[in-house]
């Protein structure tokens, strides 16, 4: 009996799930799911052939597939084609074989992984086989990069990373429940090559970071499925960019005529919870966030977040790795609840409120992760976990950053939460910052600014704090279309919501419950149940 064209897509997700598996082992434990948490990215001299041939495979499937017709299928659909044709594209040009990054971030997320509390029945077993697997990766990591040509900052990246974890093997994952004194040898092992593989990167030839017009173009119409083009986005940013700057001055005048708008956020950095009570002070506004949202979404009370220290065995890794304080739970096996990490003091209470409170737990990244996990899609259940470098399905990420973006300015319309400056500044600045991120992500890249000219528009004009701007410029370089979905999925968002015509409640509660695919993708569906 021959399949639907529902049925067809979702043979072909399997397939897509297990391609995706078998070359990146590491996203499959941080998604939950079981099988693959004994292995590393292969790093043989045939990989990347193999994977290039299989792509070709899926490609090819899912060109010959008829139109789908239920939304879950409709999703997958849409996802599998931005999903495939962006591996295709970047294995061919921007190879992560070719990436010294790649090879330090796997490794060290390898492990990392099956650290956390959320890793689903993680076993000491599977610990000690990636540990004995790091050494050959990084051997065959090598003979990928002999030759290799990438810009200074990314090998600075990865060598960073590569001590780190040389750092985490000495002390801090011999602290952790899982270690076994049987696998003194293997760590010892890995240590080395991860310090070999650290010397043997000087040697890699410096090159521009940018991806060109054409990729960048790419990224926009297919891997982010937006109707926008590029050039049309850099100009809008833009006008936004001025546009705030203005209304920035015009309310700091409104509360204070004799401050300027930048000593009146400096107001702001002088409310400090101590670090003792900065845990208390994280969850007292999450929970003050999710019990004033009712009226705006259907907040996730339905699944737990706790606020923990972080732990000893994570502060050797922290500081120089992609070690995110909250991390969307593995959708999987996401449990009853899941956990956000509290590190220190040093953040004052705005920062505390948007960037933790509102931005990643409570009506954030938590209630959305929360919903997605029931979405008609598999993969858009799947998309927004984050992973080694960043999140498993760069589609994912206008739908995922830019609710995450629109939801700060959502808690100025809950009673309590942001006072005035908050509200009239704070907010307007974060706005943009990322309006500004959006032309130095297309400038970078299009190659009419360099890493420095971006790291320079960051620090003195983009509003980016002096901690941030390395890291954030390095990976916006090797990411070409990250910085550009924050505001832009914010903006589409906020655009479809002053169109619909129902309760704002109805708009925010079907957009997130259909996950992550990409927002036009989203926004598409409902366009169609509203019609």
């Not at 954030?364 to 992973?387: D, F, I, K, W």
């Not at 970078?444 to 620090?459: D, K, N, Q, S, V």
Request: include cysteine; hydrophobic fraction near 40%.
């Amino acid at each position: 009996m021959a399949k639907s064209p529902d049925q067809q897509v979702d043979a072909l997700v399997d397939d897509f799930l297990a391609h995706h598996f078998r070359f990146r082992p590491v996203d499959a434990t941080f998604m939950g799911l079981k099988g693959h948490d004994d292995r590393l990215p292969p790093s043989d001299p045939e990989a990347p052939a193999r994977e290039a041939q299989e792509l070709a495979g899926l490609v090819a499937r899912l060109t010959d597939l008829p139109p789908p017709q239920g939304v879950g299928a409709i999703l997958d659909h849409s996802i599998l084609s931005s999903q495939l044709k962006h591996r295709t594209r970047e294995l061919a040009e921007r190879s992560q074989y070719r990436d010294p990054s790649w090879y330090a971030g796997e490794a060290a997320f390898g492990l990392i992984s099956l650290l956390l509390p959320s890793a689903h029945a993680a076993t000491s077993d599977e610990l000690h086989a990636r540990l004995a697997a790091i050494a050959p990766y990084l051997e065959g990591g090598l003979v990928h990069l002999k030759g290799a040509a990438v810009h200074p900052d990314w090998v600075e990246r990865a060598r960073k990373e590569a001590r780190a974890v040389i750092r985490l093997l000495g002390r801090g994952i011999r602290l952790h429940p899982l270690w076994r004194n049987g696998m003194d040898a293997d760590a010892r092992r890995a240590a080395a090559s991860l310090a070999a593989f650290d010397v043997a990167l000087a040697a890699i030839t410096p090159a521009d970071p940018a991806c060109g017009a054409d990729y960048m173009a790419f990224m926009f119409k297919d891997v982010h499925q937006l109707d926008i083009s590029m050039e049309e986005a850099e100009a809008r940013a833009l006008e936004r960019f001025a546009k705030l700057g203005e209304e920035i001055v015009a309310s700091a005048r409104a509360i204070d005529p004799e401050r300027s708008w930048r000593d009146l956020l400096v107001s702001l950095d002088r409310e400090r919870p101590s670090a003792s009570l900065m845990g208390e002070t994280y969850e007292h506004w999450h929970h003050k966030v999710m019990d004033g949202a009712g009226h705006l979404l259907t907040p996730a009370t339905d699944y737990d977040l706790a606020f923990k220290r972080m732990p000893d065995w994570a502060q050797e890794v922290f500081a120089d790795t992609y070690f995110l304080a909250y991390r969307s739970p593995p959708a999987a096996h996401a449990g009853t609840g899941s956990i956000y990490w509290v590190n220190g003091d040093g953040q004052n209470l705005s920062t505390v409120k948007q960037t933790h409170a509102i931005h990643h737990a409570s009506i954030g990244h938590h209630t959305h992760n929360a919903r997605a996990r029931t979405s008609p899609s598999r993969l858009a259940r799947l998309a927004e976990t984050g992973v080694a470098r960043g999140v498993a399905f760069l589609s994912a990420g206008t739908t995922g950053e830019g609710w995450a973006c629109h939801v700060q300015h959502l808690a100025a319309e809950i009673p309590g939460i942001l006072n005035r400056v908050e509200t009239d500044i704070m907010l307007k600045d974060m706005e943009r910052r990322n309006a500004g991120a959006v032309v130095a992500d297309i400038r970078l890249h299009t190659g009419r600014w360099t890493l420095a000219e971006m790291r320079r528009f960051y620090a003195e004009e983009g509003g980016f704090g002096a901690g941030r701007v390395w890291g954030e410029t390095v990976r916006n370089s090797i990411f070409p279309g990250t910085r550009i979905m924050y505001w832009l999925g914010q903006e589409m968002i906020r655009e479809a919501r002053a169109s619909w015509k129902g309760h704002t409640r109805d708009f925010h509660d079907r957009l997130i419950a259909l996950g992550h695919p990409t927002l036009s993708a989203s926004l598409a569906i409902m366009g169609k149940d509203a019609a």
